[in-house]
């Protein structure tokens, strides 16, 4: 964006100086002609970069927004680090964060599942967004939350389960978070669990 603005600015001046210094002959029209269709074309390219950002931030916005309704949830809500728990087997795994909700919603709980901006090029090498991502696991779209770009989903689902006073699935210890979120080291916050020899282990207060 940055070179563009240079670029166009750039263009103007060499406009302007062709216009003031060069003889008034076909080759200074030729010149100028060249000059200005070269700014058409750098000021399409700028406005194209501004809407493709407009674009971004607003899908940005409405992700951001778009938080589950916890009264609509089937159980006791609780909410997953998806992000993390696709990775308890090690490599990310579909399957595995599957088995884990499941053994959650065997367990009377209902999963608000919460995904970083790029766990679809984690599980299949492309975007997904949160429709995506709930038809993936069989959830209601309104259950999975798709953080947007550049903003960590470590935070949104923090906010949520301290603001509703919910638990999180999760085997990370959020000890970059617990200054601002303090009930991280609340004993029963947090649900650990692991994935062994094709079998879910919940640990803590995610006990039938």
Same mark, same amino acid.
């Given at each position: $964006? ?10 103007? @001046?060499?406009?302007?100086?062709? +216009?003031?210094?060069? *003889?008034?002959? #076909? ?6 002609? #060249? ?11 700028? %406005? ?14 409405? &992700? #951001? ?8 949830? @089937? ?17 990310? %795994? ?7 909700? &499941? ?27 949160? &429709?995506? $991502? +709930? ?5 209601? *779209?309104?259950?999975?939350?798709? +953080?947007?770009?550049? &903003? *960590? ?28 979120? *303090? ?26």
């Amino acid at each position: $964006m940055r070179f563009l603005k240079f670029l166009i600015f750039g263009l103007f @001046v060499g406009m302007i100086a062709c +216009a003031i210094l060069l *003889p008034e002959d #076909a080759q200074k029209s030729r010149v100028i002609d #060249a000059l200005g269709k070269g700014v058409f074309i750098t000021f399409g390219l700028l %406005s194209l970069g501004y809407l493709l950002r407009l674009r971004q931030w607003l899908r940005r916005s409405d &992700t #951001a927004a778009k938080q589950p309704d916890t009264a609509r949830i @089937v159980g006791r809500p609780i909410v997953v680090d998806g992000s993390n728990v696709m990775h308890w087997g090690g490599e990310p %795994s579909l399957k595995i964060l599957q088995r884990v909700l &499941t053994e959650l919603q065997a367990r009377g709980y209902g999963p608000l599942v919460y995904f970083d901006a790029n766990v679809g090029y984690k599980l299949f090498d492309q975007h997904m967004d949160s &429709t995506d $991502m +709930a038809r993936k696991l069989g959830l209601p *779209p309104s259950q999975v939350v798709h +953080a947007p770009s550049r &903003t *960590p989903a470590d935070e949104i689902l923090l906010e949520r389960a301290i603001k509703d006073n919910l638990r999180v699935v999760t085997n990370d210890r959020f000890l970059d978070w617990k200054t601002k979120f *303090p009930r991280v080291g609340d004993k029963g916050f947090l649900i650990k669990g692991m994935w062994k020899q094709g079998s879910v282990m919940l640990f803590g207060r995610g006990r039938r």
